[in-house]
C-alpha cells in the first residue's frame, strides 16, 4: 500500500483493479487546509488517462505486476507464443496486446513481458530490430534532396518509409518504438 506522499511520476498504481502509471505529478499546498496531490494516471491496459487529486491521508494499492524476459518462438493465428527460456512454458500473448508492435518480432528474440495478476498487458522490444527490405521503388538517379521518403515494404509485409538510396534486399534498422526507419544496416544484392 503506498501513501499519498509515495506519489511520484513513472510510479506503478492500481486503481479501479487495473494497473496505471503516473505521468504527470503536482504537488500543491494551499494556505489552509491539508497537502494536495494532483496526478495525470494512464491506464496501463486500456491507455486511457484521467486526472485524480489525492489527499495526503489517501492510500493507493499497489499492483501486482511481474516483470518477465521471455523468448519469442513462432504465430499461432491470432496468437504469438513466446516461451520462458529457464522453465520452458510456454506463454500465448493475443496479436491485440502486441499492437504494431507485432511487425518487429524475429524468431528467437528476446523480450520483456508485463503480467499483472499472470495475465500479459505490455510486451517490450529491444529497441532497435534488423529486416530486410522486400519490396521499394529504386531511386530515381541524381535526385539527392535531403529527407525525401518513400515506401518500402519489410519481410512480414508491413510498411515503412526509408529514404531513396534504400534498394531492394537492402537491410535497414528500425526503431520498434517509433516503426520508423533508423538507418541502413548492409547493402542488398
Known amino acids: 500500500m503506498y501513501t499519498a506522499s509515495d506519489l511520484r511520476k513513472g510510479l506503478k498504481i492500481e486503481m479501479d483493479g487495473a494497473p496505471c502509471v503516473i505521468t504527470d505529478f503536482q504537488f500543491m499546498k494551499p494556505g489552509k487546509g491539508q497537502a494536495l496531490y494532483r496526478c495525470k494516471i494512464k491506464n496501463l491496459i486500456t491507455g486511457g488517462t484521467v486526472d485524480k487529486t489525492f489527499r495526503a491521508v489517501d492510500k493507493i494499492d499497489k499492483p501486482n505486476l511481474e516483470e518477465?524476459?521471455?523468448?519469442?518462438?513462432?504465430?499461432?493465428?491470432?496468437?504469438?507464443?513466446?516461451?520462458?527460456?529457464?522453465?520452458?512454458?510456454?506463454?500465448?500473448?493475443?496479436?491485440?496486446?502486441?499492437?504494431?508492435?507485432?511487425?518487429?518480432?524475429?524468431?528467437?528474440?528476446?523480450?520483456?513481458?508485463?503480467?499483472?495478476?499472470?495475465?500479459?498487458?505490455e510486451v517490450t522490444l529491444p529497441f532497435f530490430v534488423e529486416k530486410t527490405i522486400e519490396e521499394t521503388e529504386p531511386g530515381a538517379r541524381g535526385d539527392t534532396a535531403t529527407n525525401v521518403m518513400k515506401p518500402a515494404r519489410i519481410e512480414n509485409g508491413y510498411e515503412i518509409q526509408v529514404p531513396l538510396f534504400i534498394n531492394q534486399g537492402d537491410r535497414v534498422r528500425i526503431d520498434t518504438r517509433t516503426g520508423k526507419y533508423a538507418d541502413r544496416v548492409s547493402k542488398g544484392f
Open 68 to 121: 518477465r524476459d521471455l523468448i519469442y518462438s513462432y504465430q499461432d493465428g491470432e496468437h504469438y507464443v513466446f516461451m520462458d527460456s529457464s522453465t520452458y512454458d510456454q506463454v500465448l500473448i493475443d496479436a491485440e496486446v502486441l499492437g504494431e508492435q507485432r511487425h518487429f518480432l524475429a524468431e528467437d528474440m528476446e523480450v520483456q513481458i508485463l503480467f499483472h495478476n499472470n495475465r500479459p498487458i
